[in-house]
């Protein structure tokens, strides 16, 4: 049963850059059938979609946050990461990294999520 | 690109039927059959309910039924149980390869 675990700091300081990985178990990160993503949830707020990325490396970002974000995949390792630069306080949130059953289309299966705060 | 309009919040009694409604636009639920719905308990990662508008990944109860009309998609759960009290977020494919969640339904059951 596939299962997905995030890991990275929980504390980053403000202009810095917040670096989360997402191991995969149980399961095949190369599968042609899915994509990877990011999700984040300040406290109290609702969903934000971050981006996702192809075990290929193709990737798909939002908007909103493309100037700072990259998402890359390590087949090898199972992996796939979430850096984002220049962060600030608004940047606070429990990120989620999940399974994409297509491109943009619904996420199936999520990582337990891990909180990381900004903060000096 | 804005978030989807989903009601604050809703409340049933057990055994009634509810709906909660997700208002986008011409540029994203109107254009697009890529409607999810997602239902999260407190301190859980959030569960996929429906996708697709309409579709029910295997294990998710007939009790929840996706549905959609124009610009708005809507998630009926039937037979309302003191489990399904939760948040419920919708999401929908927004073009040019993004997707747009909606701002969740904190869903009561009375």
């Known amino acids: 049963q596939l299962q997905l675990q995030e890991s990275g700091p929980g504390l980053v300081k403000p202009s810095e850059t917040l670096s989360l990985t997402c191991t995969v178990s149980g399961g095949s990160i190369s599968s042609s059938s899915y994509y990877w993503g990011w999700i984040r949830q300040p406290p109290g707020k609702g969903l934000e979609w971050i981006g996702i990325i192809y075990y290929s490396g193709s990737n798909y970002y939002n908007p909103s946050l493309k100037s700072r974000v990259t998402i890359s995949v390590d087949t090898s390792k199972k992996q796939f990461s979430l850096r984002l630069r220049s962060v600030t306080a608004a940047d606070t949130a429990l990120y989620y990294c999940?399974?994409?059953?297509?491109?943009?289309?619904?996420?199936?299966?999520w990582g337990q999520g891990t909180m990381v705060t900004v903060s000096s | 690109q804005s978030a989807l309009t989903q009601p604050a919040s809703v409340s049933g009694s057990p055994g009634q039927s509810l709906t909660i409604s997700c208002t986008g636009t011409s540029s994203d639920v109107g254009s697009y059959n890529l409607v999810s719905w997602y239902q999260q308990h407190p301190g859980k990662a959030p569960k996929l309910m429906i996708y697709?508008?309409?579709k029910r990944p295997s294990g998710v109860s007939h009790r929840f039924s996706g549905s959609k009309s124009g610009n708005t998609a809507s998630l009926t759960i039937s037979g309302l149980q003191a489990e399904d009290e939760a948040d419920y977020y919708c999401c929908s494919y927004a073009g040019s390869s993004t997707l747009v969640f909606g701002g969740g339904t904190k869903l009561t059951v009375l």
């Open positions: 697709e508008v309409n």
């Open positions: 999940a399974r994409s059953m297509a491109p943009l289309d619904a996420f199936d299966i």
